[in-house]
């Protein structure tokens, strides 16, 4: 009884930005302003996604630009973009010794980690994206991406508290909590699935798959009563699935409901008239007739 993650398992990708021209930095006092560098060359080829040319203009450009963080997070984002992740990081590296703290640095370069196979290190990298910007767009995605690499650990309490705080940017965003439930799920905390998933309810998100694997997960745990309300709330949304009534038929039956069990497994029954433990189920429901 379990539903799988929705749009979990793919990393949230910004798309390669575009720079102006752009201003010098501001020079020591008593020395020459530096060059700004002209992107606009790459700027045009990105545009047109000429991604290997424009990795091609701005490594050029480099050599006379080593430490400008405009060219070093464009070229970054190009080389992933190209699918050259070990030269993305080394690029991106040096641009977050050279611009700590520049909004979408650490973003990408988690990025580049994750392509080589390095959850750690990308971890920590798109944390420090949460202490870089104030973007809303930026900060839900590097939540989404910690989350997906939190699940992938097994430590799932985390990756859930990863998806509260998406939750505390955008509200609404109904596909969230599905996965969050089940991340609760996972993580053995039942009543917080059970809450998240009326919360949803409250916005719009009615699923009756994920009340159902609640509902098993709470039967497991000998909670007949909560599992039959929630297979109350399966149904609810989905009267026409016997496996839901079926379900509510036997956490009735261990709550020692057996006159509510039977109604449920005659229903179960007209939903399913060839299952194939049909026989099984009408000889339980005949024991049931007398019962309280």
Not at 9 to 28: M, N
Not at 54 to 68: I, K, N, S
Request: aromatic fraction near 6%.
């Amino acid at each position: 009884m379990s539903v799988p993650f929705r749009g979990s398992w793919a990393v949230a990708i910004l798309a390669v930005a575009l720079f102006a021209g752009g201003a010098p930095r501001a020079a020591e006092p008593g020395a020459a302003a530096p060059e700004a560098v002209d992107l606009s060359e790459a700027n045009a080829l990105v545009r047109d996604r000429s991604y290997a040319e424009a990795a091609e203009v701005l490594e050029r450009q480099r050599a006379d630009h080593p430490d400008d963080p405009r060219l070093l997070l464009m070229l970054g984002e190009v080389l992933i973009a190209t699918g050259e992740p070990s030269r993305a990081a080394d690029v991106l590296r040096h641009c977050a010794e050279v611009a700590p703290g520049r909004e979408r640095v650490e973003f990408q370069l988690g990025t580049a980690l994750v392509a080589l196979g390095r959850s750690d290190e990308a971890l920590a990298a798109f944390g420090a994206e949460l202490e870089n910007t104030e973007n809303p767009d930026v900060l839900v995605m590097a939540r989404f991406n910690r989350s997906l690499l939190l699940q992938r650990a097994g430590r799932w309490a985390e990756a859930a508290d990863e998806l509260e705080q998406v939750l505390q940017f955008q509200p609404d965003r109904a596909d969230v909590y599905g996965d969050l439930a089940t991340l609760y799920l996972q993580a053995g905390d039942l009543d917080a699935a059970a809450h998240t998933l009326m919360r949803g309810e409250s916005i719009g998100f009615r699923s009756a798959p994920h009340y159902f694997s609640l509902a098993g997960r709470l039967y497991g745990a000998g909670r007949y009563d909560d599992a039959a309300a929630a297979f109350r709330s399966a149904i609810a949304i989905d009267p026409s699935d016997a496996r839901f009534e079926h379900g509510l038929g036997v956490a009735l039956e261990k709550a020692g409901r057996k006159r509510e069990a039977a109604e449920h497994l005659r229903r179960y029954l007209e939903l399913r008239p060839d299952a194939p433990d049909r026989e099984q189920v009408r000889a339980v429901i005949r024991s049931f007739e007398g019962g309280s």
